[in-house]
């Protein structure tokens, strides 16, 4: 079973940059899609983006297209996302899963792996 551990959360003000990484250990990395996802205070868990096992594909949600770019290191095992021009709104507990049943493209339901959280905080 695969391990994630998330890092990299942090307090921004709005406008700034952030970059998180998600280390991968216990399973071969490079049979999961792996995914982002956020929970804001008071809401349900959303999908912010995903990518596929070479990382030659990427998926994202519309509030963050042009602004979030998920990568990752296959011989490093690790998961990244880079938030460029963040916003209030971004402020969330930021997850990273992994998804060895199905396709990057494939419904949040199908990502059964999932790490512990890392929380972004974006001051206005």
């Known amino acids: 079973q695969l391990h994630l551990v998330e890092t990299g959360g942090g307090l921004v003000q709005a406008g700034d940059s952030l970059r998180l990484s998600c280390a991968a250990s216990?399973?071969?990395?490079?049979?999961?899609?792996m995914g982002w996802f956020r929970q804001a205070p008071g809401k349900e868990r959303e999908f912010v983006g995903s990518?596929?096992?070479?990382?030659?594909?990427?998926s994202y949600a519309d509030s963050v297209k042009g602004r979030f770019t998920i990568s990752r290191d296959n011989n490093e095992n690790t998961l990244y996302l880079q938030m460029n021009n963040l916003e209030p709104e971004d402020t969330a507990v930021y997850y990273c899963?992994?998804?060895?049943?199905?396709?990057?493209?494939?419904?949040?339901?199908?990502?059964?792996?999932w790490g512990q959280g890392t929380r972004v905080t974006v001051s206005s």
């Open positions: 216990g399973d071969t990395f490079d049979n999961y899609a």
């Open positions: 990518i596929s096992r070479l990382g030659g594909a990427t």
């Open positions: 899963a992994g998804n060895r049943r199905s396709n990057y493209y494939s419904p949040p339901s199908d990502f059964h792996v």
